[in-house]
């Protein structure tokens, strides 16, 4: 039985900034049972997936036309899901079904830069609303603000990410110490799966360093590769893991013995 | 037809030109003072023209004295157009399109009220919160025009537009306000991240 379904950050962000049917489909699980949000995985979204919506924002302020904005996300390297979810989409409706718009190259650019505007907007607003318990066991740093526009026009939030790693000021150290045993037993059951993939790789390197000396700060982008074994491990014992990523999950939850729900969109 | 050949001529032919010159002409001089965020009230303004010929002096030609009031006005006009052609779209969902039973004939109807809502994208670049609900109604625009008028959809949007039109002061929670009676109604204001738009 279900006592709630605890979100990743997947499933979080499909309802939130998703399309009519991804909403639907994480909606209709949601609506069965009472949902469960760690500040981690809101940590995470707005780290990995707001900004990066945000500087996207932002930048149309400073060009003239969509074909440059595409030009800049493939320069700055942007997460390679987050250009092809966003920017990708856009530039494929622009280029099929949104060519009957007859937008100009400037045109598009404005019509992309007010949808991500509302995206930032409303999608964070329903991502804040989304869960009836946020809980916070990994002592994930809390209180940071919803994203908000300045005089230019330009969306800020600041998330202090220089405090990431710092064991003083991120719970994430204390809390894999505490269970190291189960973050070893994981980081064991990683190492033999055949040919893993490089995010896999980069876990099995990471976790070493989040349960390894308690008073040692660890760089930031080990939170990154640890996210999917902090949210199973994190997810209370009675709750169902509610994600599409079928892939890291099912190796991860076995070990820590956590239910999982797939979505597919 | 020769131009004018001395600056006397200038001003006359300025004081003689066509309203939407001078109109032009203000219309970016408001635009300029748009990012003076803080002009007294009371505070006037000269606007002049300079006049460079080839292989002479400049001259500086003036055009007019107008009030802060007078430009910021100027500066409204796209958004006052935009309220009156929300107008124009409310009075032909409310007085055409939902009134129409015959099928045929409300396609037809559906089928130009989407292409007028296409023709929004005219008033691109009024300000941020413009933008979004032109960015709004061009996405529904684009996946409605592919789907049989559905009268609940035209209702839901009659509602959205109603407080839009009256107002050229568009707020963040006016906009949510109308998006949220969009969504509602089952309106996709995501639909372009339906393409292939898989997170992970």
């Given at each position: 039985?279900?006592?709630?379904?605890?979100?990743?950050?997947?499933?979080?962000?499909?309802?939130?900034?998703?399309?009519?049917?991804?909403?639907?489909?994480?909606?209709?699980?949601?609506?069965?049972?009472?949902?469960?949000?760690?500040?981690?995985?809101?940590?995470?979204?707005?780290?990995?997936?707001?900004?990066?919506?945000?500087?996207?924002?932002?930048?149309?302020?400073?060009?003239?036309?969509?074909?440059?904005?595409?030009?800049?996300?493939?320069?700055?390297?942007?997460?390679?899901?987050?250009?092809?979810?966003?920017?990708?989409?856009?530039?494929?409706?622009?280029?099929?079904e949104g060519a009957a718009l007859g937008l100009s190259d400037k045109e598009r650019l404005i019509?992309?830069?007010?949808?991500?505007?509302?995206?930032?907007?409303?999608?964070?607003?329903?991502?804040?609303?989304?869960?009836?318990?946020?809980?916070?066991?990994?002592?994930?740093?809390?209180?940071?603000?919803?994203?908000?526009?300045?005089?230019?026009?330009?969306?800020?939030?600041?998330?202090?990410?220089?405090?990431?790693?710092?064991?003083?000021?991120?719970?994430?150290?204390?809390?894999?110490?505490?269970?190291?045993?189960?973050?070893?037993?994981?980081?064991?059951?990683?190492?033999?799966?055949?040919?893993?993939?490089?995010?896999?790789?980069?876990?099995?390197?990471?976790?070493?360093?989040?349960?390894?000396?308690?008073?040692?700060?660890?760089?930031?982008?080990?939170?990154?590769?640890?996210?999917?074994?902090?949210?199973?491990?994190?997810?209370?014992?009675?709750?169902?893991?509610?994600?599409?990523?079928?892939?890291?999950?099912?190796?991860?939850?076995?070990?820590?013995?956590?239910?999982?729900?797939?979505?597919?969109? | 037809?020769?131009?004018?050949?001395?600056i006397i001529e200038v001003e006359d032919a300025l004081a003689r030109a066509p309203k939407f010159?001078?109109?032009?002409?203000?219309?970016?001089?408001?635009?300029?003072?748009?990012?003076?965020?803080?002009?007294?009230?009371?505070?006037?303004?000269?606007?002049?023209?300079?006049?460079?010929?080839?292989?002479?002096?400049?001259?500086?030609?003036?055009?007019?004295?107008?009030?802060?009031?007078?430009?910021?006005?100027?500066?409204?006009?796209?958004?006052?157009?935009?309220?009156?052609?929300?107008?124009?779209?409310?009075?032909?969902?409310?007085?055409?399109?939902?009134?129409?039973?015959?099928?045929?004939?409300?396609?037809?109807?559906?089928?130009?009220?989407?292409?007028?809502?296409?023709?929004?994208?005219?008033?691109?670049?009024?300000?941020?919160?413009?933008?979004?609900?032109?960015?709004?109604?061009?996405?529904?625009?684009?996946?409605?025009?592919?789907?049989?008028?559905?009268?609940?959809?035209?209702?839901?949007?009659?509602?959205?537009?109603?407080?839009?039109?009256?107002?050229?002061?568009?707020?963040?929670?006016?906009?949510?306000?109308?998006?949220?009676?969009?969504?509602?109604?089952?309106?996709?204001?995501?639909?372009?991240?339906?393409?292939?738009?898989?997170?992970?």
């Open positions: 039985m279900i006592d709630g379904y605890f979100l990743d950050s997947t499933a979080a962000i499909k309802f939130s900034f998703g399309c009519v049917a991804d909403r639907t489909v994480v909606g209709s699980k949601l609506s069965k049972t009472r949902v469960i949000i760690s500040a981690y995985v809101l940590f995470e979204i707005a780290r990995g997936y707001t900004r990066n919506l945000i500087l996207l924002h932002n930048k149309c302020a400073q060009l003239g036309n969509f074909s440059e904005l595409m030009k800049y996300a493939r320069v700055v390297r942007l997460k390679s899901h987050f250009q092809g979810t966003i920017l990708g989409a856009m530039e494929r409706y622009f280029e099929g019509h992309f830069r007010a949808f991500a505007r509302r995206l930032i907007r409303r999608g964070w607003k329903t991502l804040r609303r989304i869960a009836d318990l946020q809980v916070n066991r990994v002592g994930c740093r809390e209180g940071f603000e919803d994203p908000t526009v300045n005089l230019d026009g330009l969306f800020v939030q600041e998330l202090a990410l220089e405090l990431c790693g710092i064991h003083s000021k991120c719970g994430l150290k204390a809390y894999a110490v505490a269970h190291r045993a189960d973050l070893e037993r994981l980081r064991q059951k990683l190492k033999r799966i055949p040919d893993p993939d490089e995010e896999t790789n980069k876990r099995i390197r990471s976790l070493r360093d989040l349960y390894g000396l308690p008073i040692k700060n660890f760089p930031a982008g080990v939170c990154y590769s640890c996210g999917d074994a902090v949210i199973a491990h994190e997810c209370p014992s009675d709750s169902t893991i509610l994600t599409n990523n079928r892939k890291h999950f099912d190796p991860i939850s076995s070990v820590f013995g956590k239910a999982v729900e797939y979505f597919e969109v | 037809m020769s131009g004018p050949t001395s010159t001078v109109d032009a002409i203000l219309d970016s001089t408001a635009e300029a003072l748009g990012n003076e965020k803080k002009l007294a009230e009371g505070t006037n303004i000269m606007i002049t023209a300079t006049i460079t010929r080839k292989g002479q002096s400049s001259g500086v030609v003036k055009v007019g004295d107008f009030s802060v009031g007078d430009l910021y006005a100027f500066a409204e006009g796209p958004a006052v157009n935009l309220g009156k052609e929300i107008s124009r779209l409310i009075d032909t969902i409310e007085l055409k399109l939902l009134r129409e039973n015959e099928p045929i004939a409300r396609e037809l109807l559906n089928v130009q009220f989407w292409t007028d809502v296409l023709m929004l994208k005219g008033f691109f670049g009024i300000g941020a919160v413009h933008d979004e609900f032109v960015s709004v109604m061009l996405t529904i625009a684009k996946t409605e025009s592919a789907l049989p008028c559905d009268a609940n959809k035209m209702d839901a949007l009659l509602k959205a537009l109603a407080p839009l039109a009256n107002t050229f002061v568009y707020t963040d929670d006016l906009i949510d306000e109308m998006e949220d009676v969009l969504e509602e109604a089952g309106f996709d204001l995501n639909a372009p991240l339906a393409i292939n738009g898989n997170i992970k």
